[in-house]
Nanobody, 118 residues
Framework: QVRIVESGGGLVQPGGSLRLSCAASGFTFSWYTMTWYRQAPEKERELVATIARAGASTNYADSVRGRFTISRDDAKNTVYLQMNSLKPDDTGKYYC???????????WGQGTQVTVSS
């Protein structure tokens, strides 16, 4: 049974930091590209950061590049998102996605809420 569980969200003041975690089980984690998405109220879901198998490459949305860092620990089946210098525009629900291009499979978590406000 596939499970993806995000954690680490919360309320933080502008300029603060949070570290999100995404714990996966039920599939071969190391085979998958892992991506964080976010969705703000009344907005489309957008890609935040992605990391390829074995951390071979990473990519970031322009709005978070230089402030956020994605990493993975394949031994723990976990992907992280370190978020620094948070802004109110970073507010939203953050979702973890596992994608395998060749198998055509996508798994999603339920999301964790991040609110940046003073």
């Amino acid at each position: 049974q596939v499970r993806i569980v995000e954690s680490g969200g919360g309320l933080v003041q502008p300029g603060g930091s949070l570290r999100l975690s995404c714990a996966a089980s039920g599939f071969t984690f190391s085979w998958y590209t892992m991506t964080w998405y976010r969705q703000a109220p009344e907005k489309e879901r957008e890609l935040v950061a992605t990391i390829a198998r074995a951390g071979a490459s990473t990519n970031y949305a322009d709005s978070v590049r230089g402030r956020f860092t994605i990493s993975r620990d394949d031994a723990k089946n976990t992907v992280y998102l370190q978020m620094n210098s948070l802004k109110p525009d970073d507010t939203g629900k953050y979702y973890c996605n596992a994608h395998h291009n060749e198998l055509g499979t996508d798994f999603w978590g339920q999301g964790t809420q991040v609110t940046v406000s003073s």
